[in-house]
């Protein structure tokens, strides 16, 4: 039976259920508020030392301020002291060598540098780059530019010389091991190649050497051209890939992973899990498969060869990968420059990535430094992970 409640009671509990809502709306607006103040404060306090200092320094200092490093100097030191080292603030310069790497073209003639006793000296170069062409080495310092000293340059406007418009030509100076020889090197702007491909008596192998905006075409048409010529087997070899461009990765692992398939787990800061993508499954090979790894395969690659094991039952050769499993953001900032910060972590569906890295079903210790320029070394012979992938695929392929 419907009982009717009177008004006076109704009023009553609308006042009560109104004082109820108004105390909890204030209670959490006054803590919110009490948190916005006191982070105000605090950054009004940090603003008033800083330019106490500022006001200080200038009144009383007799040399000259260089405001650009200044910022600079800020900019950085904001950065250093976050709990988290893997953030990292980057020079409009930084910047730029950092998305044009990303983009899988370069500017220049095919070498990136880092900065060693003033001078540019080549961290890396660039494969069927002019450098490369010129005989230019990982570890050869760039003396002169033109016949002006690096030195005398400064690092930053050498590099930029070094990164003149295509056609530039530059008679460059450059020593190693105390000997110094020339060069005349002509600066283009190139496609950079991530993905190779051969074939050893029937097995198809594919090198990705980066994860980069280019990877997913380069490695779509190489896998396409030896899936055509009728292989018997597939080998993908990560080793030193370092790329940092999950989404490369990602994409690749979209068409050859069965459809509807999960194909990495994405975690905030604050513990929140969501699926990265799931898998079309356009391109699921339909031959035995078989990964090679080392400590140096990290991020991207390391998902990849995770979702290669989980998902094909793929094998993986070699030994222990980075651990590396942080999803980086950058933010571009006003001037050019910008930050990046690792803002979740990737896992594969079927197993954790960050501080484990990847574990081979099949180790294989080398007596060697498994660089690709040591591995180039040993040659096919010599390369004791990559004979046992070849023997791992055989092994699988099965008898006619």
Do not use: W
Not at 153 to 179: F, I, K, M, N
Not at 222 to 250: C, H, K, T
Request: aromatic share 8%.
């Amino acid at each position: 039976m419907n009982r009717k409640i009177p008004l006076g009671l109704t009023v009553a509990l609308m006042a009560i259920a109104a004082a109820i809502t108004f105390i909890i709306s204030t209670s959490y607006t006054m803590n919110l508020f009490n948190g916005l103040v006191a982070d105000v404060q605090q950054r009004a306090e940090m603003y008033q030392k800083l330019e106490q200092i500022d006001a200080y320094v200038r009144a009383y200092y007799d040399g000259t301020i260089d405001e650009d490093r200044l910022i600079e100097a800020l900019a950085n030191g904001y950065i250093s002291i976050i709990e988290d080292a893997d953030a990292e603030y980057m020079t409009a310069q930084e910047y730029a060598l950092f998305r044009e790497h990303q983009s899988g073209t370069h500017l220049g003639i095919g070498v990136y540098t880092v900065q060693d006793g003033g001078y540019p000296t080549v961290s890396e170069v660039i494969a069927n780059s002019p450098a490369s062409m010129a005989g230019v080495t990982v570890g050869e310092s760039i003396i002169e530019i033109n016949g002006q000293s690096a030195l005398d340059l400064g690092y930053d406007q050498a590099v930029e010389l070094l990164r003149s418009p295509a056609g530039t030509q530059l008679e460059l100076t450059l020593r190693s091991g105390g000997v110094d020889r020339s060069a005349l090197i002509t600066t283009v702007q190139m496609t950079v190649g991530t993905v190779s491909m051969r074939i050893f008596d029937g097995i198809g192998y594919i090198k990705v050497t980066d994860f980069n905006e280019k990877t997913y075409q380069q490695f779509t048409a190489a896998y396409s051209s030896l899936m055509s010529q009728g292989i018997g087997g597939l080998i993908i070899d990560l080793r030193n890939n370092g790329g940092e461009l999950f989404d490369a990765a990602v994409n690749i692992l979209n068409s050859m992973l069965p459809s509807g398939e999960e194909i990495a787990v994405n975690i905030g800061r604050d513990g929140t899990e969501s699926v990265y993508d799931t898998a079309t499954g356009s391109r699921v090979p339909e031959v035995p498969i078989c990964v090679l790894v080392n400590s140096r395969t990290k991020g991207p690659a390391e998902l990849f060869a995770a979702a290669l094991a989980d998902h094909l039952a793929a094998p993986i050769v070699g030994t222990t990968t980075a651990g590396d499993g942080d999803f980086f953001e950058s933010y571009p900032l006003y001037d050019g420059t910008a930050i990046r910060l690792p803002i979740s972590t990737l896992k594969s569906t079927g197993r954790e990535i960050e501080g484990v890295g990847v574990k081979p079903d099949y180790e294989v210790p080398v007596p060697y430094d498994d660089t690709d320029e040591e591995l180039a070394a040993q040659g096919d012979d010599g390369d004791l992970a990559l004979r046992r992938a070849i023997e791992t695929v055989t092994s699988q392929i099965p008898a006619v």
